[in-house]
């Protein structure tokens, strides 16, 4: 399975965007990219996904880069409660769906 | 109650019991898959049911795990024979058929496995 690359640890503060990198070198074509958030003592959530396009939602934007090897998740201000792990994850096909191939994550610390 | 249910949320037990999880997913999600994630690590896909059928293992789930979703509803993870390397969080998660188009998964609290 392709893999993802992520910093382990970032820091920002409150009310500052936060530009969380992932490297993807060895994203097929076809690969969807996803971004989940755990926040401690919870599963995983859902946060954004993309193909090739820069896109937007209410949680974050995400910006990928034109060869495809490598996005960047925006959270234009960050507060208190976006301190979480943030995974940058691949969708891999697998028989009828998508398996999300999770990588080890940022640490995102936001100081008040 | 609109979201994915896990139960018990913690669990331990001794080397060599055998130990099973229920999963409640979304109830008009049709897909569920199984994860599994040890400390300070990102999850690790287990196994995946569309509806009753289990379509996809990982290498990872040996002859000692065993999953099931009779009825395509909740869905239960055995693991017999229990060894402390199974000490991990399991998460379930659904997401909805296809045609939707972010095929997102919705995951449950988990439940924590400790093996002593």
């Known amino acids: 399975d392709a893999k993802t690359t992520q910093p382990n640890s970032m820091e920002s503060n409150e009310e500052e965007p936060v530009h969380l990198p992932c490297n993807h070198s060895t994203i097929s074509g076809t690969d969807y990219i996803h971004w989940y958030r755990q926040l401690p003592s919870q599963g995983p959530e859902y946060v954004i996904h993309?193909?090739?396009s820069n896109v937007n939602n209410r949680m974050a934007s995400l910006a990928i880069a034109e060869d495809r090897k490598s996005s960047t998740l925006i959270l234009h201000r960050a507060t208190l409660r976006d301190a979480a792990v943030y995974y940058c994850i691949l969708r891999v096909p697998i028989q009828g769906a998508q398996k999300l191939v999770f990588g080890q994550g940022t640490r995102l610390t936001i100081n008040p | 109650d609109t979201g994915v249910s896990q139960d018990p949320r913690h669990k331990i037990t001794k080397r060599g019991q055998n130990v099973t999880f229920r999963c409640d997913p979304i109830?008009?999600?049709?897909?569920l898959y199984w994860y599994r994630q040890t400390l300070g690590q990102g999850p690790e896909f287990l196994t995946y049911?569309?509806?009753?059928?289990?379509?996809?293992k990982s290498r990872l789930l040996s002859d000692r795990f065993s999953a099931e979703r009779p009825k395509g509803s909740f869905s239960t993870l055995e693991i017999q024979r229990t060894e402390q390397g199974d000490s991990a969080m399991y998460l379930c998660?659904?997401?909805?058929?296809?045609?939707?188009?972010?095929?997102?998964?919705?995951f449950g609290p988990g439940t924590r496995l400790t093996v002593t």
């Open positions: 049911f569309q509806n009753e059928a289990q379509l996809e």
């Open positions: 109830s008009e999600h049709n897909r």
């Open positions: 998660a659904s997401s909805e058929p296809s045609g939707t188009p972010a095929y997102e998964q919705y």
């Open positions: 993309g193909l090739t």
